[in-house]
T-cell receptor
Framework: AQSVTQLGSHVSVSEGALVLLRCNYSSSVPPYLFWYVQYPNQGLQLLLKYTTGATLVKGINGFEAEFKKSETSFHLTKPSAHMSDAAEYFCAGDNTGKLIFGQGTTLQVKP | EAGVAQSPRYKIIEKRQSVAFWCNPISGHATLYWYQQILGQGPKLLIQFQNNGVVDDSQLPKDRFSAERLKGVDSTLKIQPAKLEDSAVYLC??????????????FGPGTRLTVL
């Protein structure tokens, strides 16, 4: 069965620091992988996705993620955090036409 | 293009009452999903529609939850009777049938349900 695990339910960084949010998947078939962001009282907004091709994918707001099959990982990074990045981030996998979500990581950005 | 619309945005009811949520997907999107997001957790799929047919409702508590998508466009999710543990955000998502983004689900703002 497919599962997605996000390491760390809360991550705190200073403004301008590197953001690293970790995601690992468990699946015999590498799934399509997604990162969504959720701001308070809003729905999920797609940040980026990996389906096929280049393993380093760039998304909106300066985020990027790298698919590493050997490590079954799809970690999300951003070189320099901004206060507006504070939100809940969800990693999700899809290899059956259905999204399986991780439990989410809350990103706090300190001034 | 307009996004996925959901209403109401917030609902407070007492346990054993009934409640209904409405979703209007992005125009032309054939696939529609309902998710339940309990506080502190990732969304969990409740039901998936393809046009007006159910593809997967294996995680839907059918003794109290029901959903329909008449005419293959908008959809309604109903809970009757509600329990305390149904307090959650109910998210609707849709997926296009035409490339280039047939692999991507687009989410609405959600309905936050509080059961007292």
């Amino acid at each position: 069965a497919q599962s997605v695990t996000q390491l760390g339910s809360h991550v705190s960084v200073s403004e301008g620091a590197l953001v690293l949010l970790r995601c690992n998947y468990s699946s015999s078939v590498p799934p399509y992988l997604f990162w969504y962001v959720q701001y308070p009282n809003q729905g999920l907004q797609l940040l980026l996705k990996y389906t096929t091709g280049a393993t380093l994918v760039k998304g909106i707001n300066g985020f990027e993620a790298e698919f590493k099959k050997s490590e079954t990982s799809f970690h999300l990074t951003k070189p320099s955090a901004h206060m507006s990045d504070a939100a809940e981030y969800f990693c999700a996998g899809d290899n059956t036409g259905k999204l399986i979500f991780g439990q989410g990581t809350t990103l706090q950005v300190k001034p | 293009e307009a996004g996925v619309a959901q209403s109401p945005r917030y609902k407070i009811i007492e346990k054993r009452q009934s409640v209904a949520f409405w979703c209007n997907p992005i125009s032309g999107h054939a696939t529609l999903y309902w998710y339940q997001q309990i506080l502190g957790q990732g969304p969990k799929l409740l039901i998936q529609f393809q046009n007006n047919g159910v593809v997967d409702d294996s995680q839907l508590p059918k003794d109290r939850f029901s959903a329909e998508r008449l005419k293959g466009v908008d959809s309604t999710l109903k809970i009757q009777p509600a329990k305390l543990e149904d307090s959650a955000v109910y998210l609707c998502a849709s997926r296009p049938r035409e490339p280039p983004s047939t692999d991507t689900q687009y989410f609405g703002p959600g309905t936050r349900l509080t059961v007292l």
